[in-house]
Every structure is written in structure tokens, then in C-alpha cells.
């Protein structure tokens, strides 16, 4: 079978003041078509660069990425991305939002009556018909993300790139949002990329598992494939045996083979901090 | 009675108290503190203004300074029904001189009295107004491309910085000369005296907006600059759909900021230039010397407080209806 997307053998090597600093080794994956893949790995792994090389936010600095035989070279919504901060644009409504992403990629396929239906479509399939008229201030986290991912959805991408698109998210809501995105995953059977800390959320959702060693020079240590039937339901594999030795064989990766001994970096969210208004006039 | 309905009638009372004193509490932030500090001031003011001899009386009190205000708006009236009846006249010498002579070209000429307190105001806000809007109109499409462009901000940074605190009175007379050298007509459609202040007000006006809206637009998200990036968008679009909107709670930073530095330095440069407005209002009665002049100026001071005080809020009102950051347009 040819595969969709062909990760090719990327190093990543970012210049810093202390010299170079190797991020990524010689990471090569192949990904089939309608495939769902989960990228798991301790923090500062590498795993949102090679997401960012993927999407074309960032160039490997040496192999490359080749979709559908094409080599991607800058970013483009064929390779849609839901960021882990839902990136909403906050002055827009929810319908607003995915109206901007399909204007700007079905400008010359459909007509104003088209667009409308289709932007309602989306929505309805994040169940978030009820609040298209919401500003993303109005709304909860995980209808923000809903949205995000509505957006993504919209712009009918060759492939779905997510980056912890739940990683913000409580427990609960997240595991809404693992059956909403099955539910549309089992209708739509999308290419999709998704990077995960939870490894309950890579063995419920993917159909292989790419765990990631550490870095500096992380590079793909084990690949895990998830035979299990779909329709998949949590509650039916709670007390599956073969889904708690998938889940077994992932942590044991994680907290035995990868154990992290230097303390935990700050997460991504926690490096946000806005730079104060009144100080720089 | 049972100790139970005993005690909760006493909660009851409790409760009833409760939102009492939370009404009061209420009624007590928003009108009886600020009622009781200007009565506060008030008092002071009328008690020092006593104590303060000076060559042209005693220190106008709050009493003097509101009959002042009803003689300023006496006289403003005076001077209409003045400019009526200069009108009226004009009217009709030129309506009998036509019945006369057909042929004759009737002229109307403007009546030239002197301008009250009143029309000093409009001027001032007209100035003020004009000399904002046309910062503005400069400022943000400047501050918008050096926020996107890191090398021109670096080359171009000096220079404001290095502008930024001039005083613009201290710009006044070179405006002056320049604007009396290159706005010469015959026929003008603007005063020189006007176009002198308006350009003082819109050169201090400028900074704070170029500054303010170029450090919005420079700090756009980066996950927003993303998602313009995965579409595509081209680069207008980029700045009409994200730029623009994201750094409007800057730029009405710079905006509010601008204003009220321009209705200070307008008055200011009004009374150097004495070009017309408040600060020539308040220059001439100095001048005068009469003594009811004190308290004429102290009506301005108030006056021309009052004013900085509504075109801050009228900025304000103005952002919270464009912008979609309600947080930073807290009234």
C-alpha cells in the first residue's frame, strides 16, 4: 500500500548560543491513508517539532516530508492543524471562525449558499450547532476546542494534524471529546496525526501508537499497532485484556525503558505571558 | 411561638439587614463618596481661597466662579443677539439698495464681534478634534507596518524615541513659520492660527499611537499567526482579518493617550500662539486684569477639565463599541 504522507528520515538541529542543539535524529514514519496515528513521549521529546515539520511551520533541517508525492515545503490547509490552545481568533463567532477558514480554501468551489451549508455542517458535526452565534470568550474549553477542530475539519484536509488537542482540557470533558472525535473519525476517515501525553487517549483513539525517546536526538523508539475493533467503547475495554496489555506495553515505554530523571519542564501553556501594556510607552 | 420560627425570623432579620447594608454599601460607592469628596473640596477651596489677597482681589471662591458662569453665558448670548441685529441690518440695507438699483450686487459681509466663551469651546474641540483624527489617520498605518516589520521598526525607532518627549510647544513656532511660509492663499479655506495648533496637537499625538498599535501588532500570537500561515492567507487579507483586530485594544491604548495629551498641549500652545480657543480665552482675561478675571479663568480651569474628563470617556465609549476585548474598556 502507498502511503500518504512519507516522513523521510528528518533530523532537526536548532543553532544556539552554546551551539547546536539536536532536537530530532533520523525520525522516518510512513503513514497509510485514513490512518490514525498518536505521537506519545515525556515532554520536550520533539514531538510538536516534528508535528510543526509536518504542518510546514518548521523545516527539517535535513530529509523531508512528502505528501501525496509532493514535498511540503511551507504551511497549507491540506495539512489542517487543531492547536492545543484552540488558536480561535477571539473576535469572531464560532461560525465566524470556520467561515474564515472555508472563504480562504473553497473560494472558487462554492457559492455563498454552499459555504453556509457546508461551515453548518461542520459545526453540527462537533455538536456545536447550538452556539455558532458564541464569541470564544462565551464558550467552555472544550467547546473552544470543538470549534477548533470544526475548523480543521472544514478546510477538507489531506491529512489532521493535532497537537494535544485535549492536553487543556479536565478529565471528563476530554473524554467527551475521545467519543465525539471517534464519532466523526468513524463518518469522515481521516488522516490524522495526533500528539498525546495520555496514554489511555493514544490506545482508546489510534490504530498505531509512534512512541518517542528522548531527546536531545529523540528519534522514534517503538511502534505499537492497536488491533482492536471499532466501534471502540471505554467502557467495554476497561476490562479488555488486550487493550490493557497495549496500555501496559506503553507505559512500561514510557516509565521504564524512557524513564525521565531531570525534573519536569514547564509546560507549554505556563510560558505564555504576555508582555505588560503600560511598561513600554 | 416555637424556637424555631424564633430563629428564623431572627435569620430573616438578619437577611433583610444584610441586603440593606449592601444597598447602602452600593449607594455609598457610586454617589454618596464622590458627592462627599467634592463637597470636601469644595470647602477647602472656598475657605483657602479667602486667605489668598492677590493685585487683583481676593482668590475667587466656588461662589464667585458660578455667577461667572451664568455671566459668561449672559454675555455669549448678548453677543448673538448682537450678531442678529448686525445681520438684520445688513439685510436690509442691501434689500433697499437692490429695490434701488437693480444691477447692484448686494455684499455680505461676517460679522466680526468678539468671540464668547462659548465659541472658544467649539473652537478648541473643533482643533483638538481635527488634529487628533488627522494623527490617527498617520499613526496607525505607521504603527501597523513597523509592528509587522522588525528592520524598519529597528531604523525608524530612534528617531521617535528621540522625538517622543519634545515638548510640541517647542515645535509651535517652527509650525508657525513653516505654515505662514507654505500656506499662502488668498482665499483660505482654513486659519493659519488654526492650522498652527491643529499641527502642534497632531505632532504630539502622533507618538503615543505609533508606539501603542506597533507593539500590538508585533505582538500578535503566535498561534494566530499560525493559523493565518495553514491558510494561506494572502498578506491584506492577513492584515485586515487578524493584524488589525487584535491590536485594536492597543491601539485605543495609544488613541486614549493621545487625546489627552493633545486637549493639555492645545490649551497651551492656544495661549502661546494666541491662536483662538480656551487657552486664548484664558491668556486674554490675564491680560485684562479687571477683577472679575480670576474667577473667569477659574471657570475655564473647570471648564477645560470637564472636557479632557468627557473626551476620555467618549473614547472609551467609542472603543468598547469597536473592540472585541470588553476587559480593557472597563468604564
Known sequence: MNPILDISHIDMVFPTPKGDFTALKDVNLQINKGEYISLIGHSGCGKSTVLNIVAGLHQATSGGVILNGAEVKEPGPERAVVFQNHSLLPWLTAYQNVELAVKQVFAKKMNKKEMQEWIEYNLTLVHMDHAMEKRPDEISGGMKQRVGIARALAMQPEILLMDEPFGALDALTRAHMQDSLMEIQAELN???????????????????????????????????????????????????????????????????KQRKVEPMRKSKTENKVKTPITSNL | MSIVTLAN???NNVGIANSLQHILTKYLNVFIAPFLGILFFLGIWSIAA??????LGVFPGPSAVLTQFSSLYEEH??????????????????AARVAQDPNYVAKVRKYTGKETFLDQIITSL????????????????????????????????????????VSPLAWLPLVTMVVSATYVSDDPFFAKSFLNSMI????????????NTSIGVAALDQDLLNVSKVLRLPALTHVRKI?????????????????????????????????????KFVWDEFQNGSSESLSRIMAAVLVI?????????????????????????AL
Open chain 2, 50 to 55: 479667602q486667605n489668598i489677597q492677590t493685585s
Open chain 1, 190 to 256: 481521516n488522516t490524522v496525526i495526533m500528539i498525546t501525553h495520555d496514554v489511555d487517549e493514544a490506545v482508546l483513539l489510534s490504530d498505531r501508537i509512534i512512541m518517542m525517546t528522548n531527546g536531545p536526538e529523540a528519534t522514534i523508539g517503538e511502534i505499537l499497532e492497536i488491533d482492536l475493533d471499532r466501534p471502540r467503547s471505554r467502557l467495554d475495554l476497561a476490562k479488555d485484556e488486550k487493550y490493557n496489555r497495549y496500555r501496559a506495553q506503553v507505559l512500561e515505554f514510557l516509565y521504564k
Open chain 2, 77 to 94: 448670548l448678548a453677543e448673538r443677539d448682537k450678531a442678529d441685529a448686525f445681520y438684520e441690518r445688513q439685510e436690509k440695507r442691501n
Open chain 2, 126 to 165: 473643533i482643533t483638538v478634534m481635527s488634529g487628533f483624527i488627522l494623527a490617527t489617520v498617520i499613526a496607525i498605518p505607521l504603527g501597523i507596518t513597523l509592528g509587522l516589520s522588525k528592520i524598519l521598526n529597528t531604523a525608524i525607532n530612534p528617531i521617535i524615541q528621540i522625538f517622543k518627549p
Open chain 2, 200 to 211: 502642534t496637537v497632531t505632532l504630539c499625538c502622533l507618538w503615543p499611537m505609533v508606539i
Open chain 2, 9 to 11: 425570623k431572627a435569620t
Open chain 2, 305 to 329: 477639565g470637564f472636557i479632557g474628563f468627557l473626551l476620555d470617556r467618549a473614547m472609551l465609549y467609542l472603543q468598547r463599541l469597536v473592540s472585541w476585548d470588553k476587559s480593557n474598556a
Open chain 2, 243 to 279: 493584524i488589525i483586530p487584535s491590536s485594536i485594544p492597543m491601539m485605543f491604548t495609544g488613541m486614549r493617550l493621545s487625546l489627552g495629551i493633545a486637549w493639555m498641549v492645545l490649551i497651551a500652545a492656544e495661549m502661546l500662539a494666541q491662536s483662538p480657543g480656551l487657552g
